[in-house]
Protein backbone atom coordinates (compact mmCIF):
# COMPACT_ATOMS: atom_id res chain seq x y z
CA UNK A 1 0.00 0.00 0.00
CA UNK A 2 3.30 2.29 -0.10
CA UNK A 3 3.20 4.97 -3.08
CA UNK A 4 6.33 4.40 -3.14
CA UNK A 5 9.38 1.64 -3.25
CA UNK A 6 11.18 3.83 -1.34
CA UNK A 7 9.01 4.50 1.52
CA UNK A 8 10.17 1.04 3.80
CA UNK A 9 13.75 2.35 4.02
CA UNK A 10 12.60 5.98 4.79
CA UNK A 11 11.50 4.84 7.67
CA UNK A 12 14.39 2.42 8.95
CA UNK A 13 17.08 5.26 8.28
CA UNK A 14 14.21 7.39 11.05
CA UNK A 15 13.52 5.22 12.92
CA UNK A 16 17.44 3.95 13.37
CA UNK A 17 18.83 7.48 13.48
CA UNK A 18 15.98 8.71 16.18
CA UNK A 19 16.92 8.66 20.16
CA UNK A 20 14.18 8.67 22.93
CA UNK A 21 12.17 5.62 23.69
CA UNK A 22 10.27 3.52 21.50
CA UNK A 23 7.14 5.27 20.45
CA UNK A 24 9.01 8.38 19.71
CA UNK A 25 10.95 6.63 17.31
CA UNK A 26 8.10 4.92 15.92
CA UNK A 27 6.63 8.22 15.29
CA UNK A 28 9.59 9.66 13.76
CA UNK A 29 9.29 6.35 11.29
CA UNK A 30 6.16 6.95 10.70
CA UNK A 31 6.40 11.02 9.67
CA UNK A 32 9.40 9.55 7.64
CA UNK A 33 6.69 7.85 5.53
CA UNK A 34 4.24 10.16 5.31
CA UNK A 35 7.31 12.85 3.19
CA UNK A 36 8.04 10.27 1.30
CA UNK A 37 4.51 9.51 -0.15
CA UNK A 38 3.10 7.12 2.37
CA UNK A 39 0.34 5.46 1.80
CA UNK A 40 -1.23 5.27 -1.58
CA UNK A 41 -5.08 5.33 -0.33
CA UNK A 42 -3.73 8.81 1.27
CA UNK A 43 -4.34 10.12 4.71
CA UNK A 44 -6.80 9.24 7.08
CA UNK A 45 -6.38 7.08 9.91
CA UNK A 46 -2.78 5.82 12.20
CA UNK A 47 -1.95 3.63 14.79
CA UNK A 48 0.73 3.56 17.75
CA UNK A 49 0.96 0.37 19.91
CA UNK A 50 3.75 -0.72 21.77
CA UNK A 51 3.95 -4.17 24.16
CA UNK A 52 5.76 -4.36 26.96
CA UNK A 53 8.75 -7.28 26.44
CA UNK A 54 7.45 -8.95 29.39
CA UNK A 55 4.17 -10.36 29.30
CA UNK A 56 2.11 -10.30 32.23
CA UNK A 57 -0.36 -12.92 31.18
CA UNK A 58 -2.85 -10.07 30.75
CA UNK A 59 -2.24 -8.95 27.52
CA UNK A 60 -4.26 -5.17 27.75
CA UNK A 61 -2.21 -4.56 30.66
CA UNK A 62 0.97 -5.41 28.49
CA UNK A 63 0.07 -2.03 26.44
CA UNK A 64 2.86 0.72 27.79
CA UNK A 65 1.05 2.81 24.36
CA UNK A 66 -2.09 2.27 22.74
CA UNK A 67 -3.34 5.36 20.43
CA UNK A 68 -5.77 4.88 17.38
CA UNK A 69 -6.77 7.88 15.46
CA UNK A 70 -9.07 6.63 12.70
CA UNK A 71 -10.20 9.67 11.01
CA UNK A 72 -8.17 13.00 11.27
CA UNK A 73 -6.79 14.79 8.08
CA UNK A 74 -3.66 14.41 9.91
CA UNK A 75 -3.41 11.42 11.65
CA UNK A 76 0.37 10.73 12.38
CA UNK A 77 0.44 14.57 14.11
CA UNK A 78 -2.68 13.41 15.92
CA UNK A 79 -0.70 9.96 16.84
CA UNK A 80 1.91 12.68 18.15
CA UNK A 81 -0.07 15.09 19.95
CA UNK A 82 -1.99 11.93 21.50
CA UNK A 83 1.73 10.25 22.94
CA UNK A 84 2.54 13.71 24.22
CA UNK A 85 -1.42 13.93 25.87
CA UNK A 86 -0.84 10.28 27.14
CA UNK A 87 2.67 10.76 28.96
CA UNK A 88 1.43 14.12 30.79
CA UNK A 89 -1.62 12.31 32.00
CA UNK A 90 1.08 9.91 33.30
CA UNK A 91 3.23 12.28 34.61
CA UNK A 92 -0.23 13.79 36.51
CA UNK A 93 -0.85 10.22 37.59
CA UNK A 94 2.82 9.58 39.19
CA UNK A 95 2.63 13.36 40.75
CA UNK A 96 -0.80 12.19 42.86
CA UNK A 97 1.01 9.25 44.12
CA UNK A 98 3.99 11.37 44.91
CA UNK A 99 1.63 13.39 47.06
CA UNK A 100 0.21 10.39 48.06
CA UNK A 101 4.00 9.79 49.45
CA UNK A 102 3.78 13.53 51.06
CA UNK A 103 6.55 14.53 48.51
CA UNK A 104 4.62 17.60 47.50
CA UNK A 105 7.74 19.33 46.27
CA UNK A 106 8.01 16.70 43.85
CA UNK A 107 4.21 16.55 42.90
CA UNK A 108 3.73 19.94 42.44
CA UNK A 109 7.26 20.23 40.01
CA UNK A 110 5.71 17.48 37.85
CA UNK A 111 2.04 19.34 37.43
CA UNK A 112 3.66 22.28 36.92
CA UNK A 113 5.18 20.54 34.06
CA UNK A 114 1.63 19.02 32.81
CA UNK A 115 0.40 22.76 33.47
CA UNK A 116 3.12 24.30 31.13
CA UNK A 117 2.73 21.46 28.29
CA UNK A 118 -1.24 22.19 28.62
CA UNK A 119 -2.16 24.99 30.34
CA UNK A 120 -6.00 24.82 29.94
CA UNK A 121 -6.63 21.07 31.44
CA UNK A 122 -8.69 21.05 33.93
CA UNK A 123 -7.52 17.72 35.01
CA UNK A 124 -4.03 18.96 35.91
CA UNK A 125 -5.04 21.79 37.23
CA UNK A 126 -7.19 20.31 39.86
CA UNK A 127 -4.11 17.96 40.88
CA UNK A 128 -2.05 21.28 41.08
CA UNK A 129 -4.58 23.04 43.27
CA UNK A 130 -4.90 19.80 45.52
CA UNK A 131 -0.83 20.02 46.12
CA UNK A 132 -0.56 23.86 46.66
CA UNK A 133 -3.97 23.42 49.09
CA UNK A 134 -1.27 20.87 50.92
CA UNK A 135 1.24 22.70 51.19
CA UNK A 136 -0.48 25.81 52.35
CA UNK A 137 -0.15 28.04 49.53
CA UNK A 138 -4.07 28.60 49.77
CA UNK A 139 -4.60 31.59 48.02
CA UNK A 140 -2.27 30.11 44.98
CA UNK A 141 -4.21 26.92 45.37
CA UNK A 142 -7.87 28.84 45.31
CA UNK A 143 -6.06 30.60 42.21
CA UNK A 144 -5.44 27.27 40.58
CA UNK A 145 -8.88 26.39 41.60
CA UNK A 146 -10.38 29.02 39.79
CA UNK A 147 -8.58 28.30 36.64
CA UNK A 148 -9.83 24.62 36.59
CA UNK A 149 -13.53 25.67 37.90
CA UNK A 150 -13.59 28.12 35.16
CA UNK A 151 -12.81 25.27 32.48
CA UNK A 152 -14.93 22.91 33.84
CA UNK A 153 -17.57 23.50 37.01
CA UNK A 154 -17.23 19.83 38.36
CA UNK A 155 -13.93 20.85 39.75
CA UNK A 156 -14.55 22.42 43.29
CA UNK A 157 -17.31 19.57 43.82
CA UNK A 158 -14.55 16.86 42.86
CA UNK A 159 -12.14 18.72 45.45
CA UNK A 160 -14.76 18.57 47.82
CA UNK A 161 -15.61 15.20 47.47
CA UNK A 162 -11.66 14.10 47.74
CA UNK A 163 -11.85 16.06 50.88
CA UNK A 164 -14.84 14.00 52.12
CA UNK A 165 -12.92 10.43 51.19
CA UNK A 166 -9.67 11.59 52.51
CA UNK A 167 -7.88 11.68 49.50
CA UNK A 168 -6.15 15.00 50.33
CA UNK A 169 -5.22 15.98 53.66
CA UNK A 170 -7.27 18.96 54.02
CA UNK A 171 -10.89 19.10 55.63
CA UNK A 172 -13.89 19.58 53.93
CA UNK A 173 -14.61 22.76 56.00
CA UNK A 174 -11.51 24.44 55.03
CA UNK A 175 -12.14 24.00 51.45
CA UNK A 176 -15.70 25.02 51.47
CA UNK A 177 -14.75 29.01 52.03
CA UNK A 178 -12.27 28.15 49.32
CA UNK A 179 -14.78 27.23 46.63
CA UNK A 180 -17.53 29.58 47.39
CA UNK A 181 -18.58 31.80 44.74
CA UNK A 182 -16.67 29.89 42.05
Known amino acids: MMARATVWQAMVRAFESAGGELADRLVVAMEAAEREGGDVRGKQAAALIVVSGKASGVPRLDHSVDLRVDDHADPVAEIKRLLS ?92 PLVAGL
Do not use: W
Request: glycine share 6%; charged share 25%; with cysteine.
Open 85 to 176: YSRSHQRASRATGKASANDFPGALADLDACCASYPEEPEFLFRRAMVLLALGRIDEGRSTLQRAHRIHPGSSELLLRFADAGVIPVPRAMLE
